[in-house]
């Protein structure tokens, strides 16, 4: 027998079939290396998505009832108004079903926007803080309806909302709880601008700021800028008869942001920027799109049966609009 012939049978005999090699089983770190690699392209994604594209976000209160109730989960389009790198600690400030992971805040960075923000456009938002907080004491995202643009005119008279002298259409779904109107020369607590001296149903007329516009200060009018001045990034402080701005006298002070007025469509019963200002327009975060979730939160969660059977099923899919 010719001797190469043999080696050659042998080699053949002793080669594992392509099927076998396939079908062996691999090492456990292999398998666990091959999960870690799937479940972070999954989780990659997620971030990618939640951040630029769409999230998710959680209806706390009822302010903008009927258009969306409280407990209901919303997808908002974050791309529309310009995407923007992650605004929390990635997988923080989120909802999952019924469970909402706080949100830690970080620096971000906003990229080219695809459409401007327009009156009637229901907006979810970095909340600004209360009306006297330079920095809001709690980071949280708030929902409500763009009534007014930089540089427009805001004025209630009698509950009706004028934008620019003329009266805003009312939002498909508005809701008033009260049928009566507060006096106009009953000052309200809490509303802004501080010592304005209106309230909610006789509010303005006030200038909603642009960048550039150019405000007059002096001791008379400081309190009603005071907070704002600041919230730009600066120290206010009066010395006398002279108002200080960053250590230095001025009679003037120049805005340096866009910002918006945001109320909500239940008008009664909305903190909104009647109470706590004007909203940066950098505070953007996007617009609802529609609601895959609705159920009554108020239902505590031990009562799982009462809060499943809480579920508003004809709601799942309506559009915000």
């Known amino acids: 027998m010719n001797p190469l012939r043999k080696e050659t049978s042998v080699s053949r005999k002793t080669k594992r079939p392509e099927n076998e090699q396939d079908d062996a089983p691999r090492p456990m770190k292999e398998r666990v290396l091959a999960f870690l690699k799937e479940l972070g392209i999954v989780l990659g994604l997620f971030i990618v998505i939640n951040s630029f594209v769409v999230a998710s976000f959680l209806v706390p209160t009822g302010s903008m009832e009927n258009e969306v109730l409280t407990g209901e989960l919303l997808f908002v389009n974050k791309f529309i108004y310009g995407p923007t790198t992650p605004r929390t600690v990635p997988l923080t400030g989120i909802d999952i079903g019924f469970i909402h992971i706080p949100p830690v805040r970080m620096p971000w960075v906003r990229f080219m926007k695809f459409k401007d923000v327009q009156r009637g456009d229901v907006i979810v938002f970095e909340f600004p803080g ?23 005119t805001v004025q209630v008279r ?46 303005g007329p006030i200038v909603v700021p642009w960048k550039g516009m150019v405000v007059s200060l002096d001791p008379g009018n400081l309190q009603r800028w005071d907070t ?13 008869d002279m108002v200080l701005v960053d250590g230095k006298p001025v009679t003037q002070y120049t805005v340096e942001r866009d910002y918006l007025f945001g109320m909500g469509d239940h008008r009664d019963n909305s903190l ?9 327009k950098d505070n953007l975060v ?32 309506a559009l915000v609009k």
């Open 272 to 280: 909104d920027s009647r109470y706590w200002g004007f909203i940066p």
């Open 130 to 152: 209360y009306r006297d907080e330079v920095t809001a004491s709690e980071f949280q995202f708030y929902l409500k309806r763009c009534v007014a643009l930089a540089g427009d």
């Open 158 to 203: 009698d509950r009706v909302l004028y934008v620019n002298g003329t009266a805003a259409p009312l939002p498909r779904n508005i809701l008033f709880d009260r049928s009566w109107s507060m006096p106009a020369n009953a000052p309200e607590d809490g509303i802004f601008p501080k010592g304005s001296g209106w309230n909610a149903d006789w509010y």
């Open 228 to 240: 704002f001045i600041r919230r730009e990034g600066h120290s206010v402080a009066l010395v006398g």
């Open 286 to 317: 996007g617009s609802p799109l529609i609601v895959y979730w609705s159920w009554n939160t108020d239902i505590p969660l031990y009562d799982i049966f009462g809060r499943i059977a809480s579920v508003r099923w004809g709601r799942i899919g």
